[in-house]
């Protein structure tokens, strides 16, 4: 497969970061934060190792609940019902 062909998903930005006054601590810190933001760092952990379809599917529903959950939890403190 050509670079050209590959999927959307595999298209991504290069992320920048600005050194300003050669602190390079700041600006690690500040790619460590894009990287855990865009989720990276569990991307790589889960590459690691290969994870079955089936496998795959379970922990995605797993999370879809996780997320309805917190979603419901944040709607309801919102309304005042917790």
Same mark, same amino acid.
Do not use: C, H
């Given at each position: 497969?050509?670079?050209? %062909?590959?999927?959307?998903?595999?298209?991504?930005?290069?992320?920048?970061?600005?050194?300003? %006054?050669?602190?390079?601590? &700041?600006? $690690?810190?500040?790619?460590?934060?894009?990287? &855990?933001?865009?989720? $990276?760092?569990?991307?790589?952990?889960?590459? &690691?190792?290969?994870?079955?379809?089936?496998?795959?599917?379970?922990?995605?529903?797993?999370?879809?609940?996780?997320?309805?959950?917190? $979603?419901?939890?944040?709607?309801? &403190?919102?309304?005042?019902?917790?």
């Amino acid at each position: 497969m050509n670079r050209g %062909d590959a999927p959307n998903e595999w298209r991504r930005t290069i992320v920048q970061i600005v050194v300003r %006054d050669n602190n390079v601590e &700041q600006a $690690l810190r500040a790619l460590k934060k894009k990287m &855990q933001r865009e989720g $990276l760092f569990r991307e790589m952990k889960a590459r &690691q190792y290969f994870e079955k379809p089936s496998e795959k599917k379970a922990r995605q529903r797993a999370e879809a609940v996780r997320r309805a959950r917190k $979603l419901a939890r944040k709607r309801a &403190q919102r309304e005042g019902l917790v």
